[in-house]
C-alpha cells in the first residue's frame, strides 16, 4: 500500500531530476566546445559603464556586483512607487465604481476598460515618447511650485540638503516605536473601562513633533539646494543642482500605476460588493456612524476579499517594471540582463541571478502579504 | 565469367561504400555548420533591426546592405544561390546569445571586434568588413561644432550592449566631464528619444549615425561631429568550434574584397575565366582547386562575385548609392589608399 502510494511520485521526481541532469550536461557540453566558461568571478570585475540613475554612489570604475545593486534598487524603486500609487488610485477608482452620481461612476467604468485592455508596452511607450514630444525644453519650463522645473530631460525639484540627518532619523525610529505602544494601550484601555483616546491626532502629534525638536535641540538642519538653469550650448540646456527626476522614471510609474490600478479597482469593488447588504444594515441599527460601519464592519471583512487578489497585481506590477528596458529606465533588466551581459558575454550565469532576484521580490511581497491577510482573516476565539 | 562478374560487382561494391564513407566523413568532418546549412538549404543570418547601408528590409522583406551581403555570399558560396539566406533581426543584446546558442551561424551585424568578445564569449570574428569609429550627433542650431565644445552635465543616447557605453564613458571621464547617459535597448527609440530632445547627443558608431540620420525627421538639423573617438572594425562573427565554416565566411568575405582589387565585378565575372593572370584566374574558380579545402565545388568564388558582386560594387550599392556615407575614407583598397588589404586566394 505504502509503495503504491510512493512509487509514482518517486519515478516523477526521478523524471524530474533526470530532464535537468540532461538540460545541464547538455548546456555543459555546449559551453565546453564553445569555449565558454562558467563562473561568478565576473561579478568583481570593472564594469566601467555609466548609469543615467542611481539610488547610490556608483561610477564605471566599480564592480558588476555594484551595477546589479544599482539596477536591482531601481527595480525596487518603481516598483515601491507604482505599487503605493496604484493601491490609493486603485481603491478610489473602485469605491468610484460603485458611486450612486451617473457622471462619477461612468467615468470610472471608462477609465478601467480603457487602460486594462491596451497592452502595458504600448501605455509605456506612449506616456514615455507622448510625454517627451509634448515636455518643453528646459529653457522654455515654466515653474511649478515656486521651485520645480518639469522638461523633457526630466522633472527638477529642490534637494534636501540635511545637517544631522542620522539624528533626525533616529528620532523618527523613537516616534514610530512611541506610537505602536501608545496605541496598544489606548486599545487596552478602552477594552478595560472604555475610554476613548483620539488616537490618530495623537499619533499624528507623536509623529509631527518629536522629529521637530530635534531641529531646535538636536543640531538638525534642513536646507535646501535649487535647481538652476545652465546652458551647454546655443540652443542646448540643462539644470544644474537639486534633484533631477529622469522622465523614464515618471513615464514608467505613470504607465505602470494607471495599469495596474485598473485592476485594483476591480478587486476593490468585488470585495465591496462581496458584503451581504445585512451587515451595513445590522450594524447601523446597533447605533454605530457610517463611518464606523466602513472602518468596522465593511472593510475588515472586505479586505479578505481584496487582499488575495491585489496580491497578485503588486507580483504583477513588480514583474512588469521589466518593461522598463524599452524607454531606458535603467532597472535590473536594463543594466544587468542588459549591458552587464553583453559586456561580459556571461548569459547563463546572469540570467540565472536575474531570475532569483525577481523571484526572490516576488516571494518576499508574497510573504508579507500572506502575513497581513492572516493578520485581517476571522479570528476564531 | 559469371565468377568474375560477381568478383568485380563486388569490387565495385567495396569501392563504392569506401567512397561513399569518405567523402561523408570528409564532408562530416569538414563542417557540422556546413552540412546543416546544405541539409536546410538556406544560410541562417543574424542581422540588425535596421541600419540603413548595412542590414536594412524594405516594405516587401528583401534584406539589403554591405552586412547582408557577406551573408549572401556565403550563401552563393555554400548553396549556389544568393538568395537562399534567411535573415534574424537581433538587437545588440540578443545577437551574440543567438549566435553561440546555434539560432543562426553567422552573425554579421555592423559587430565590433575586441578581444573580449573574441576571446571570451565563444566566439570568432572572421574579417572586417567596415573599418568604423565612434562618433557624436548633434542638433545643427546647438552651434556645436567639435566634442571640445562639450560641457558638464551633457547627455548622451545611445544603445546598450554596445562597446559605445564603454568608449563613451572613457572619452567622457578623459575629458572630465560629467555627463548623463540615456541608455535603450533598441535603435529606433534611441533615434526618437534625441529627436524628440531628451539628449544633447547621440552617439553611436559614425556609419550609424550617418544611416540614422536618414530616419530622423529632419535630417538636415543635425550634423555629425569631425572627432572619432575609438575605433571599431566591424565584421562578421561565427561560433568558436567549427573552423571549416569560420574558413568558408572568412574566405568569402576575402573574395569580394580581392576582386575589387583585381577588378573583377559581378559583369566582367565570367569572361575573366581566360584572363592570363593566374591569380584573377583562381578567384573565378578557373585555376587551382580553391574549393576543396571547405568541401566545396571549384566555382564557389565565382558565384559569389557574380551573384552578390564585389566589396566596392557592394559598397556602392548599399552605402555610396543612398547617400549614407559617399566617401569611402577607410574602407577602400589599400591599393587607393584604404585599409582593405586581405591575404591572397591561392
Redesign the interface.
Known amino acids: 500500500m505504502k509503495t503504491k502510494k510512493i512509487l509514482p511520485q518517486l519515478l516523477t521526481l526521478l523524471f524530474i531530476v533526470l530532464i535537468f541532469g540532461f538540460f545541464t550536461m547538455n548546456a555543459q557540453e ?2 565546453d ?4 566558461e562558467f563562473g561568478f568571478s565576473f561579478l568583481k570585475q570593472e564594469a ?5 540613475f542611481s539610488l547610490i554612489d556608483y561610477d ?1 570604475s566599480m564592480s558588476y556586483a555594484r551595477a546589479y545593486l544599482v539596477g536591482l534598487l531601481n527595480t525596487l524603486l518603481v516598483s515601491f512607487i507604482g505599487i503605493i500609487l496604484c493601491t490609493i488610485l486603485g481603491a478610489l477608482v473602485g469605491i468610484a465604481r460603485l458611486s450612486p452620481n451617473y457622471l462619477i461612476r461612468k467615468t470610472a467604468t471608462f477609465y478601467i476598460e480603457f487602460f486594462r485592455n491596451i497592452p502595458l508596452l504600448l501605455q509605456i511607450f506612449f506616456w514615455y ?1 507622448a510625454a ?2 509634448a515636455l518643453p ?1 528646459p529653457e522654455d519650463a515654466p515653474l511649478l511650485l515656486g521651485s520645480s522645473f518639469l522638461t ?2 526630466g522633472l527638477y525639484t529642490p534637494a534636501p540638503v540635511w545637517n544631522n540627518l542620522d539624528i533626525f532619523m533616529i528620532t523618527l525610529i523613537i516616534a514610530l516605536i512611541l506610537i505602536f505602544f501608545f496605541n496598544k494601550y489606548a486599545k487596552k484601555k478602552q477594552e478595560e473601562d472604555g475610554t476613548q483616546y483620539p488616537k490618530f491626532f495623537i499619533s499624528l502629534a507623536i509623529f509631527v513633533l518629536l522629529p521637530a525638536t530635534t531641529f531646535l535641540i538636536g543640531g538638525v538642519d534642513l536646507s535646501f539646494s535649487f535647481p538652476v538653469l ?1 546652458q ?5 540646456f ?1 539644470f ?1 543642482g537639486g534633484m533631477g527626476i ?3 522614471l515618471i513615464a514608467l510609474t505613470l504607465a505602470l500605476t494607471l495599469y495596474t490600478a485598473t485592476f485594483i479597482a476591480e478587486n476593490v469593488r468585488a470585495g465591496i460588493q462581496g458584503i451581504g447588504k445585512g451587515q451595513k444594515e445590522a450594524a447601523a441599527s446597533i447605533g454605530l456612524t457610517p463611518s464606523q460601519v466602513l472602518k468596522l464592519v465593511i472593510m475588515p471583512q472586505a479586505l479578505r476579499i481584496i487582499i488575495p487578489p491585489t496580491t497578485n497585481q503588486y507580483l504583477n506590477l513588480t514583474k512588469n517594471s521589466s518593461l522598463a ?4 529606465y ?1 532597472d535590473l533588466v ?1 543594466v544587468f540582463a ?2 552587464a ?5 556571461r ?1 547563463i550565469e546572469i540570467v540565472a541571478i536575474t531570475m532569483a532576484t525577481y523571484l526572490t521580490i516576488s516571494l518576499a511581497i508574497s510573504a508579507l502579504m500572506n502575513w497581513y491577510n492572516k493578520r485581517i482573516a476571522i479570528q476564531e476565539k | 565469367m559469371f565468377k568474375y562478374l560477381k568478383q568485380l560487382t563486388s569490387m565495385v561494391a567495396v569501392f563504392a561504400v569506401l567512397f561513399a564513407f569518405t567523402t561523408e566523413t570528409m564532408a562530416a568532418k569538414k563542417s557540422k555548420t556546413l552540412k546543416n546549412t546544405q541539409k536546410k538549404g538556406f544560410v541562417r543570418c543574424g542581422v540588425s533591426q535596421g541600419l540603413p547601408g548595412f542590414s536594412n528590409a524594405d516594405a516587401s522583406g528583401n534584406w539589403t546592405g554591405v552586412d547582408v551581403d557577406v551573408c549572401r555570399a556565403v550563401a552563393a558560396a555554400v548553396l549556389g544561390d544568393a538568395n537562399k539566406v534567411k535573415f534574424t533581426p537581433l538587437s ?2 540578443e545577437r ?2 543567438a549566435l ?1 546558442s ?1 539560432e543562426i551561424d553567422i552573425l554579421s551585424r555592423n559587430t565590433t571586434w575586441t578581444l ?2 573574441d576571446a ?3 566566439l570568432t570574428f572572421v574579417g572586417i568588413n567596415f573599418y568604423d569609429g565612434q562618433g557624436f550627433m ?2 545643427k ?4 561644432t567639435s566634442t571640445s ?7 548622451a ?1 545611445t544603445n ?3 562597446t559605445t ?2 568608449n ?2 572613457d572619452f567622457f ?1 578623459s575629458k572630465g566631464i560629467s ?8 535603435a529606433d ?1 534611441v533615434v ?2 534625441y529627436d ?3 539628449c ?1 547627443t547621440y552617439t553611436t558608431d559614425k556609419s550609424g549615425l550617418a544611416a540614422q540620420r536618414t530616419k530622423m525627421a529632419n535630417p538636415d538639423d543635425h550634423i555629425v561631429l569631425p572627432e572619432t573617438i575609438s575605433k571599431e572594425p566591424l565584421g562578421p562573427v561565427v ?3 567549427d573552423a571549416v565554416w569560420e574558413d568558408i565566411v572568412r574566405w568569402s568575405l576575402n573574395t569580394m574584397i580581392e576582386a575589387e582589387e583585381y577588378g573583377i565585378t559581378s559583369s566582367n565575372a565570367d569572361s575573366m575565366k581566360t584572363s592570363k593572370n593566374p591569380q584573377i584566374k583562381r578567384l573565378v574558380g578557373a585555376e587551382g582547386e580553391m574549393g576543396a579545402a571547405f568541401g566545396l565545388d571549384n566555382e564557389w568564388n565565382l558565384r559569389i562575385i557574380k551573384q552578390v558582386g564585389n566589396y566596392g560594387e557592394s559598397y556602392k550599392r548599399n552605402i555610396a548609392d543612398t547617400g549614407i556615407l559617399p566617401d569611402r575614407g577607410p574602407n577602400q583598397l589599400w591599393t587607393k589608399g584604404g585599409l582593405l588589404y586581405v591575404p591572397p586566394s591561392r
Do not use: H, W
Open positions: 555546449n559551453m566546445t564553445r569555449g565558454i566601467s559603464f555609466d548609469i543615467q564605471g515618447f517627451l514630444r525644453m523633457i530631460k545652465k551647454l550650448a546655443l540652443t542646448a540643462t544644474e529622469p522622465p523614464e528596458a524599452a524607454i531606458a535603467p536594463l542588459g549591458t551581459m553583453m559586456q561580459t558575454g548569459a | 545588440a543584446k551574440f546569445t553561440t546555434g573580449s568578445r571570451d564569449i565563444g548633434v542638433r542650431d546647438s552651434g556645436i565644445q562639450f560641457k558638464n552635465g551633457i547627455s543616447c546598450i550592449g554596445t557605453e564603454l563613451m564613458r571621464n555627463y548623463t547617459p540615456v541608455a535603450f535597448e533598441k527609440e526618437a528619444a524628440a530632445g531628451r544633447d561560433r568558436q568550434g
